[in-house]
């Protein structure tokens, strides 16, 4: 019914070429991991800026920990932007950190990250509060 297929296929070359750089499933979700939670970290720091609070210090000393962990002890660069925006930009910002943390979260439950999941769901718990809150007019 079906002619059997005679040549090799495109997809798996003869010889894999050693030099090409291969990284393993680890490695892969690290690099993912590191990115979500170092994007969180910038707005994070974002926010910091908009509505200091310590609650927001040690959640980006412990964001800037865990990528450091995840980069091989690189420290991530740090946003120092100053506060523009007011009222109007946090309500915003605490929705686009509620997402990243989410993001973060399912990364680190895939590569079974207990320190990266639990601080991603305390993020995600924080910004769900400080969304639900009603913002004071200035």
């Not at 970290?41 to 200091?52: G, N, Y």
């Not at 980006?60 to 660069?77: F, N």
Request: net charge negative; proline share 7%; with cysteine.
């Amino acid at each position: 019914m079906y002619e059997p297929i005679r040549t090799k296929s495109v997809h798996t070359p003869a010889c894999p070429d050693p030099d090409f750089p291969h990284r393993s499933r680890e490695e892969e979700l690290d690099i993912q991991l590191a990115g979500h939670l170092a994007a969180l970290l910038t707005v994070t720091d974002e926010l910091r800026s908009l509505t200091p609070s310590g609650d927001l210090d040690t959640a980006a000393e412990r964001l800037a920990d865990q990528v450091a962990r995840l980069r091989g002890g690189v420290q991530p660069v740090r946003a120092t932007s100053a506060a523009h925006g007011g009222d109007a930009q946090i309500a915003p910002l605490h929705r686009r950190a509620h997402a990243l943390a989410g993001r973060a979260l399912v990364v680190a439950a895939s590569r079974a990250d207990t320190a990266a999941a639990i601080l991603s769901a305390e993020r995600i718990d924080a910004h769900a509060a400080a969304s639900a809150e009603p913002v004071a007019a200035g």
